[in-house]
T-cell receptor, first 115, second 112 residues
């Protein structure tokens, strides 16, 4: 299993450009999420999904869109990039067994710079 | 609002020098407390989940404990390969399996 795969690893955008960060998992997990990591602020939840066709907002959703058409894929779209969106983005999928012991599996991250 | 505070921000140890990292939290009903390890340029890697006060879990040189207000990650006789940032996160009872609140982390350096 590859686990959680994110592309690209690095990206530089100009203010106002749009782009999509890709995330795919091969573990058949229902739950997936996007976090951003900034110095001094820890990981913050952007959007999450509890299954195909179902998404919801996290702590910092403004400026981002998501969709979940399949169990495997959960892309994150930046509609009009701003310098405040410069960050490292992590996608995660959650293994959530009925008896507890859930674990989040993270991808290796996308480092995004918006100039 | 759920909050997680980790201390210290950074910790330098000599190889073999045991110590503890602290995670203080406030949450409206704890579903689970998580510890992750993060190496530079990589995503967080799962270490432990703790669910109730008094619970302890161990993995190699690491031992995690939980009280009603805080969690400790004890590192016994650390080695240089234990150098990493250790993240603590909490999940509230009413949230789904993806919604965690993270602390800022403790950056651990173990010198040979």
């Amino acid at each position: 299993n590859a686990g959680v795969t994110q592309t690209p690893k690095f990206q530089v955008l100009k203010t106002g450009q749009s782009m999509t960060l890709q995330c795919a998992q091969d573990m058949n997990h229902e739950y997936m999420s996007w976090y951003r990591q900034d110095p001094g602020m820890g990981l913050r939840l952007i959007h999450y999904s509890v299954g195909a066709g179902i998404t919801d907002q996290g702590e910092v959703p403004n400026g981002y869109n998501v969709s979940r058409s399949t169990t495997e894929d959960f892309p994150l779209r930046l509609l009009s990039a701003a310098p405040s969106q410069t960050s490292v983005y992590f996608c995660a999928s959650t293994w959530w067994p009925k008896l507890g012991g859930e674990k989040l599996f993270f991808g290796s991250g996308t480092q995004l710079s918006v100039l | 609002e759920d909050q997680v505070t980790q201390s210290p921000e950074a910790l330098r140890l000599q190889e073999g020098e045991s110590s503890s990292l602290n995670c203080s939290y406030t949450v409206s009903g704890l579903r689970g407390l998580f510890w992750y390890r993060q190496d530079p340029g990589k995503g967080p890697e799962f270490l432990f989940t703790l669910y109730s006060a008094g619970e302890e879990k161990e993995k190699e040189r690491l031992k995690a404990t939980l009280t009603k207000k805080e969690s400790f990650l004890h590192i016994t006789a650390p080695k240089p390969e234990d150098s990493a940032t250790y993240l603590c996160a909490v999940q509230a009872q009413e949230t789904s399996g993806s919604r965690l609140t993270f602390g800022e982390g403790t950056q651990l350096t173990v010198n040979p």
